[in-house]
């Protein structure tokens, strides 16, 4: 697992890039995690091709950070997996979208 962190001149607009991937049937897929700050309401939303399980993975992500002591602002944070046209399901992004939203955080708390 990879990351790359982009500094927009705007600091509400950071992202954060964390490339993990899937395995399938016969091949291994690279997923591009992103989680960026928005202007909005408050609140962490996840796009993407994803059922109901990878979506609970969003609070299971924020309640791993949260015992490492990492707090999430109260910011409008959106976290994007892709290729979309990938179903996405399961536990397996739960560690990506932690690093992507740990790191978010911490670059937030550094600047």
Known sequence: M?????????????????????????????????ARFLRGFAGLQLIGNCQEVARDGKERARAALESCQIFLPAQKIVVSLTPTEMREGGSQFDLPIAVALGLLCQDDEAS
């Open 2 to 34: 990879t990351s790359l962190i982009e500094d927009c001149n705007q600091p509400e607009l950071k992202s954060v890039l964390v490339f993990s991937g899937v395995r399938e049937v016969l091949a291994t897929r690279l997923v591009r995690v992103e």
